[in-house]
């Protein structure tokens, strides 16, 4: 019986390992026309006396994260109704108007009586969860002097994403993630031809100790994709490990129609399978 167990499980696990490898990873390494890349993990950086801008493309869900920092002995006002990003000639706004709030609120109620003898007391606490989108009509980001804020923006990972939809061949090739080797495609890229160009543009003030107006300005950044990857045949965790350590990238994972399929049909005939093998295995009544 206990050989029978372990075959069965052994069979059963397989599959799960066949169906979680039928995902094909989409990845755009970005480079910049100006910042320099920072040592170990290419965050994108440029500094002045005054405003120091990070660039981060390897958020998991393909959204760019951007750090701000303040040099000056001023505080500084970044204005991202006026700040946008231009992404192959089309413009998008670093405010939507709104903002998406989730969180947990809780709260205690005590109710005192008075009796005879003594006093009586009954406790009761309530708790609940809670999301929301809040209208944001002016977005302005208050930055006091010799510091920094970080914030998470535009998206993208249906971008990235389409790159591969239009006439993408690539190089056949093999890329090694930790473990393995994983069948790849990829093209590289010049800042003339590569098909994914991004323009951002953030405006800000600089303050005097009234918080008045002194001086606006804007930094204005390009960056363009220098190679597309096709990862095939290796999970959304592995993509994700790749990105953790390389923010020049961004990625996306596509679960493969006829991989989910022929897993999930494996999955459900490893199932039957394994009813078979055990419907005249007795049963321990102790």
């Not at 990845?27 to 500094?47: C, E, I, L, N, W």
């Not at 005939?269 to 009813?275: K, R, T």
């Amino acid at each position: 019986m206990k050989p029978t167990l372990q075959f069965a499980g052994s069979i059963l696990s397989l599959l799960l390992l066949l169906c979680v490898g039928c995902s094909t990873q989409y990845v755009a390494t970005m480079q910049s026309d100006g910042m320099h890349k920072r040592y170990p993990d290419s965050t994108f950086y440029s500094g002045g006396d005054t405003l120091g801008v990070s660039y981060s493309f390897n958020n998991h869900d393909g959204s760019i994260r951007i750090r701000l920092e303040n040099y000056s002995d001023q505080s500084l006002m970044i204005d991202l109704e006026k700040s946008a990003v231009v992404i192959n000639g089309e413009t998008r706004g670093y405010l939507n108007g709104t903002s998406f709030v989730q969180g947990r609120i809780t709260g205690d109620a005590i109710t005192w009586a008075n009796g005879n003898n003594r006093d009586r007391s009954r406790y009761t606490t309530m708790s609940g969860d809670f999301s929301a989108s809040i209208q944001n009509e002016r977005d302005r980001l208050f930055i006091p002097a010799q510091s920094f804020l970080e914030g998470t923006y535009i998206n993208l990972a249906d971008d990235v994403r389409n790159l591969f939809k239009e006439n993408f061949t690539g190089n056949k090739g093999q890329i090694f993630l930790f473990d393995q080797f994983y069948p790849t495609y990829t093209m590289q890229y010049g800042l003339n031809n590569s098909p994914l160009k991004i323009r951002s543009h953030i405006s800000y003030e600089v303050l005097n100790k009234e918080n008045q107006l002194m001086a606006s300005a804007s930094n204005v950044q390009t960056f363009y994709a220098s190679e597309l990857m096709q990862i095939r045949q290796a999970s959304k965790n592995r993509l994700h490990s790749l990105l953790d350590t390389r923010a020049d990238m961004s990625g996306t994972s596509v679960a493969s129609k006829s991989g989910a399929v022929f897993g999930t049909i494996g999955i459900l005939g490893g199932l039957v399978g394994l009813a078979v093998l055990l419907k005249d295995v007795p049963v321990d009544q102790n």
